[in-house]
């Protein structure tokens, strides 16, 4: 079935808004969905529409699924910053970015948005910036676009309620991996962290 004819008859919204946060290298997307009696359409990802709006290409795509309860994060890579690019199909996340780039007016500070199947609403978090969620419902299947490969031996690991950052999680006591459970603070690995825009 070709494009044209899926959104022959829909009604909704026409246009994909790109929406920069209160961390202005973060943007939040909605997507414009068309609708009808049949269900509906929309274009999850267009390389020039999204480039256009200031996000890069990606490399790779991953998907994740986790149970009720569950926080991953914050995870970031040093070396080989990864830009993301996150959406739900089917249940609701709590995703956060957090700004980790040394000189940054913004570092140590971070933003956050419910997305879901439901509103259809992607988050582009950019290299220089930790990522976690968790997971609101019973489950959440999270897709991810990414710019660069994952190295293990890159990545650091940020712990979720650290004081310094004081993210206002929708959850107090929540399921861990080991690494997450066993992560320092932002002070803790500071020196380790990128500086700015160059290193991004």
């Not at 969620?133 to 650290?162: M, R």
Request: overall charge negative.
């Amino acid at each position: 079935m070709s494009e044209g004819d899926t959104q022959a008859g829909c009604s909704g919204e026409k246009e994909t808004r790109f929406i920069p946060q209160a961390l202005p290298e973060v943007i939040l997307i909605e997507p414009a969905v068309w609708r009808d009696e049949r269900g509906y359409f929309l274009e999850s990802y267009n390389p020039g529409d999204w480039q256009e709006a200031g996000i890069p290409g990606f490399i790779q795509d991953n998907h994740s699924s986790s149970e009720r309860g569950v926080l991953r994060g914050l995870h970031a890579q040093i070396q080989q910053p990864q830009g993301k690019l996150v959406r739900v199909v089917e249940g609701e996340i709590y995703d956060v970015a957090v700004d980790i780039r040394r000189e940054s007016p913004g570092f140590g500070k971070w933003v956050a948005v419910h997305l879901s199947a439901e509103n259809f609403r992607q988050l582009y978090i950019p290299p220089g910036f930790a990522h976690g969620f968790c997971v609101l419902g019973h489950t959440a299947q999270v897709l991810y676009k990414v710019t660069s490969p994952y190295d293990p031996t890159d990545e650091i690991t940020i712990a979720w309620n650290d004081p310094q950052l004081a993210i206002d999680w929708p959850v107090t006591d929540p399921v861990l991996s080991k690494k997450d459970a066993g992560a320092g603070n932002l002070a803790d690995i500071a020196e380790r962290l990128p500086g700015g825009e160059d290193d991004s």
